[in-house]
T-cell receptor
Framework: SQQGEEDPQALSIQEGENATMNCSYK?????LQWYRQNSGRGLVHLIL?????REKHSGRLRVTLDTSKKSSSLLITASRAADTASYFC?????????FGSGTKLNVKP | DTGVSQDPRHKITKRGQNVTFRCDPI?????LYWYRQTLGQGPEFLTY????????KSRLLSDRFSAERPKGSFSTLEIQRTEQGDSAMYLC???????????FGPGTRLTVL
């Protein structure tokens, strides 16, 4: 499979703590994207990092990409209860996008 | 609202029936994607269009599945002779080009009895 794989599958933290989730993939990519999906709702794009970038920030989000290890990480700082959702990485492999099975994040108030 | 819209939002059908879903992408987005998502899993790529041309189809897309995007605007996904294994959420997404973020619609939840 060319899908990304997220780790951990589930993560439970207290509000205010940081959350880190990881993504590994198997093939060369053009870019890697992270999406959030709230229970029963659509996917929302969070951040995109291109294959020639190593780190990117957007608000409380920080994403890193290591193409030599075929891995990426998403850090959410100062988490809020509203961050409770499933998080997916999606790899762009020649215009086909492959999603992992996601990390389910629970932020307890 | 100028986001991606999908119709219907829910569809219940009996095994063996044909169903058709519609996706209206964001205006002027050239790329349109179809995905299938089952419970607890991430979206699985099915197919994508660049304008009206269908450029890629996943092996998941059996000959019972067909997608069209006439005139490069809205798209339809048809499933013929539905099976219980087709029960899933069918997601549509669009993007300006292949190198950009995708904007997802709310999905069509299909239940095959």
């Amino acid at each position: 499979s060319q899908q990304g794989e997220e780790d951990p599958q589930a993560l439970s933290i207290q509000e205010g703590e940081n959350a880190t989730m990881n993504c590994s993939y198997k093939t060369s990519i053009n870019n890697l994207q992270w999406y959030r999906q709230n229970s029963g709702r659509g996917l929302v794009h969070l951040i995109l990092i291109r294959s020639n970038e190593r780190e990117k920030h957007s608000g409380r989000l920080r994403v890193t990409l290591d193409t030599s290890k075929k891995s990426s990480s998403l850090l959410i700082t100062a988490s809020r209860a509203a961050d409770t959702a499933s998080y997916f990485c999606a790899t762009d492999h020649f215009n086909k996008f492959y999603f992992g099975s996601g990390t389910k994040l629970n932020v307890k108030p | 609202d100028t986001g991606v819209s999908q119709d219907p939002r829910h569809k219940i059908t009996k095994r063996g029936q044909n169903v058709t879903f519609r996706c209206d992408p964001i205006s002027e987005h050239n790329r349109l994607y179809w995905y299938r998502q089952t419970l607890g899993q991430g979206p699985e790529f099915l197919t994508y269009f660049q304008n009206e041309a269908q450029l890629e189809k996943s092996r998941l897309l059996s000959d019972r599945f067909s997608a069209e995007r006439p005139k490069g605007s809205f798209s339809t996904l048809e499933i013929q002779r539905t099976e219980q294994g087709d029960s899933a959420m069918y997601l549509c997404a669009s993007s300006p080009t292949g190198a950009d973020e995708q904007f997802f619609g709310p999905g069509t939840r299909l239940t095959v009895l």
